[in-house]
C-alpha cells in the first residue's frame, strides 16, 4: 500500500531529520512563528519546504507579505512555500486527481448527504488531512508536479493535535474497509516511519502551558511509538541576575516613581518566574524528547524586534545552530540546552 | 434564563482563563451565584484556580472574605467531552441495553473520543444544561478555546445537525434493522442507495451498519443537544449577555481579535467589550529609559556605579512593550464600545492564587463599570 513512498526523498542530506515536522502545542505558543522560522531555516540551507496550515485564516504567508495562502501551495520566499489545508478542496483532489473517479466524486461524494456525513464523521477531516500529508511527500511529484524536501506542520493547537496522531488506531476500530482501509493503511505506515514524520513539542516558560506540555509529550510519544524529536520553550527570557551588581533592580526600584516601582515588580517577577520555569521545564523534559529540549529567546527583550517577519527571520537563525545537534547525533538530548 | 452570560473569547495565551476565574470569584464575592465552565480540552483552568475540577458543577471554596459570611456562591465546571457524552446518552437512552448498545458503537466511540476539538459546541449545550440544573444561578462565566476555535460556541453545528436535519438519517435510520434481514441494499431506494452506496464504497458495509445503530441509538440524545445548543444561542444574543474580547499585549492577539470580532459580526454578535490584559503604564518605559541613559550631556552627577547589561535589557524591553501595547490597544479600540485595560499584576501563580485571582476580577469589573459610565 505503500508502495510509491520513495525511500530516497528528493534532495534529502541528512536523514535524521525526517521529512515531515509536525509542530504540535496549544494555541499562543508561537507554533506558527516557530513553524515559519523551522520552514525559513530548512529553506536557507537549500532545501524545498512547505510549511502547511490547517486553520480558519492562514497567517503565515501574510507575514511575508503574500496574500493567505489557500490549498495550492504559493511561494512566500525562496524556496519556501506555504499552503492551508481545506477539507472540500482536498477530496476533490483526492477522488478527481488521484483515484480518478471524478465521476463518482460528482455523482456521489459532492452530493449534500456524502458531504455532510464526510464534514460530520469523526477523525474523516483529520484522516483526510494527514492522507494529504501522506500524498506531498510520495505522489504530489507525479501528480501535481509539486516537489519538496521538506513538509513543516503547524499542527492546530494541543488537543486537535495530537489527535492527529493517534488517528489509526481510532479509525481501525471503525473497522473501515474500502478506501478508507488504504488511506489508513497508508496513514498508518507514514506515522510509523521515523524517517518519514517526526513530532517538535513547542511551550512557553509560563505554568499553565508546562503543565500541558508535560502531558502532550507523553501522549505523543504512545500515540508515535516513539518520542518527539525535541521540545522547544518559546520566548524564553535572560537571566536579570548580575553578578557584578547584585542589587541593580533595588537601587533601580529606589530612583522609580511608586507606580513604575510597582510595575518594575510585576514586570522582573515576570520575567524570573519565566527564567525559574523554563529551567524547570527543561528539566522535566529531560530524556523524554529525542534530541533535547531548546530554548528559544523572547525577540522583543534581546533583538527588539516586534514583527512577525523580523521574529521569523531572527528565530531561522537561532534554529540554524540548532539543526547539526539534531542531525549528526543519535542522541545529544541535553545539548540544545546550551544558549 | 434570568443568569447573565459572560463569554471570554481572545487568543491563545492572552490570559482568558485566569480572567474568567478572577472574574467569577469577583462576582461571587460580591454576592453572585456564580458558575463558571472551563472549556479548554487542555485543562488550564484548574491551574488558574488551583482545585482539582470535574465534569460536574461542585463547589469551589477559599474565596470568600475572612470572617464575613459569604452571601455569594462559585460553581465550577471542567467541560469534559467524554464525560458530557455519556450524561447525555444516560438521560436520553430509553432503556439500559440501548445504552449498553451504544456505549459499544464503534462510531459513538470514535465521536467521544474526537470531541475535543468540539469542545465549544458542546460547551454551548452545557450552558444550556448548567441553566436547567441550577435555575438559581446569577452569573455563568465561560472560558473558551483559543482563537477562532471558540467561534463554534456560537454555530449550529454541521456535526450534531447532518445527522438530524439531512435525509440521510432517515436512510441510515433504515440500515439499522435491515441487518438481521440481510442485504443493505434491499431497503434502499434511488438517490438513498446511491449515497448509502457510495458511503460503503468509501468505508464498507459494516462501517454503514455500525453507522445506522449509531444514528437510531442517537437520535434521542441529538435532538435534546440541538434543543440546548439553540437555547443557548438565544441566551448568547440575549442583550444582558457579556462577551468580552481579550487581547494581550501582542501582535498577533490583536489580528486574532480581528478574525474573533469579525466572526463573531457574521453570527450576528458584537463584543460587549475588548480587554486589554497585561498592560504596563507608561511611566515604567519613561523612568527606566531616564534613568539607564548614559548621557554625559545632561550633566548629571555620575550615579555610582553604571547600571548592568540586564538594567539596559529592562529598560529597552520596557520601551517596546510600552509602544506595542499602545499599537495594539489603537488596533483594538474599534472592536467594540469600550476598551478596558487590566494591568499586569503579580502573584498570580503564587500562592495567594485566590485572593490575587480576586483582584484581577474586581480590576476588570471595575473597568467594565468604569467604561458604562
Known sequence: ?339 | MTARLHVLLGAGGVGKTTLAAGYALSLARSGSRVGLLGIDPARRLQGALGVTLRDEALPVTGWEEPGVAPRGALNAALLRPEDCLRRWAEESASDPESLAELSRNTFFLALADRLAAAADVLAAIRVAEWAERDPATTDLVVDTAPGLNAIDFLRRPKALTVFLEGRLIHWLRAVAPSRSRGALSDVLRGGARRAVGGLSRLGGTRLILELGDFVSLVEAMLERMLARLDKAQKWLHDPTTEILLVTAVRDDAADAAHKIAGALRAAGLAPTATVLNRALPAALATELTRLTRSDPSENQAPIEPPWPREAHVIATYARLYIEMQERVAAAVAPLSPRLVIVPAARGLDEDARASALTALGDRLRNGLQAADR
Not at chain 1, 516537489?147 to 492527529?164: E, I, M
Not at chain 1, 482501509?181 to 502551558?209: F, K, N, Y
Not at chain 1, 520555569?277 to 534581546?302: I, N
Open chain 1, 1 to 339: 500500500m505503500i508502495d510509491a513512498l520513495p525511500r530516497e526523498p528528493l534532495g534529502l542530506k541528512e536523514p535524521t531529520l525526517p521529512r515531515i515536522c509536525l509542530v504540535l502545542g496549544k494555541g499562543g505558543v508561537g507554533r506558527s512563528t516557530l513553524s515559519a522560522a523551522l520552514g525559513s531555516a530548512l529553506a536557507d540551507r537549500g532545501e524545498r519546504v512547505l510549511l502547511v496550515e490547517w486553520t480558519i485564516a492562514e497567517s503565515i504567508a501574510p507575514w511575508f507579505g503574500s496574500p493567505e495562502a489557500d490549498v495550492d501551495p504559493v511561494a512566500i520566499a525562496p524556496r519556501l512555500w506555504a499552503m492551508n489545508f481545506r477539507l472540500d478542496a482536498v477530496l476533490r483532489t483526492y477522488f478527481v486527481d488521484h483515484l480518478k473517479l471524478g465521476l463518482f466524486y460528482r455523482h456521489v461524494v459532492d452530493g449534500p448527504h456524502v458531504r455532510a456525513f464526510i464534514d460530520a464523521a469523526p477523525g474523516l477531516a483529520e484522516l483526510m488531512f494527514v492522507g494529504h500529508l501522506w500524498w506531498l511527500t510520495t505522489l504530489a511529484e507525479k501528480e501535481a508536479g509539486l516537489v519538496f524536501d521538506r513538509v513543516v506542520v503547524d499542527a492546530p493547537a494541543t488537543g486537535h493535535g495530537a489527535s492527529l496522531l493517534d488517528l489509526p488506531g481510532t479509525m481501525a476500530s471503525l473497522g473501515a474497509t474500502g478506501l478508507l482501509a488504504t488511506e489508513i493503511g497508508r496513514v498508518t505506515g507514514m506515522l510509523a516511519d521515523p524517517a518519514w514524520l517526526g513530532a517538535i513539542v513547542v511551550a512557553l516558560p509560563d505554568e499553565l502551558a508546562a503543565s500541558e506540555t508535560l502531558e502532550l509529550v507523553p501522549r505523543v510519544t504512545r500515540d508515535l511509538g516513539r518520542p518527539p524529536l525535541a521540545a522547544v520553550i518559546n520566548r524564553c527570557v535572560p537571566s536579570l541576575e548580575s553578578k557584578a551588581h547584585p542589587a541593580w533592580i533595588e537601587r533601580l526600584s529606589e530612583r522609580l516613581s511608586p507606580t513604575a516601582r510597582d510595575a518594575l515588580e510585576v514586570l522582573t517577577g515576570d520575567l524570573r518566574g519565566r527564567a525559574r520555569r523554563a529551567e524547570e521545564l527543561s528539566r522535566a523534559l529531560s530524556g523524554q524528547t529525542r534530541h533535547g529540549t531548546f530554548l528559544l529567546d523572547e525577540q522583543l527583550a534581546t533583538s527588539g524586534k516586534t514583527s512577525p517577519r523580523d521574529v521569523v527571520r531572527a528565530l531561522a537563525e537561532e534554529i540554524r545552530t540548532w539543526l547539526p545537534s539534531i542531525e549528526n547525533s543519535g542522541h545529544s538530548p541535553e545539548k540544545g540546552d546550551a544558549r
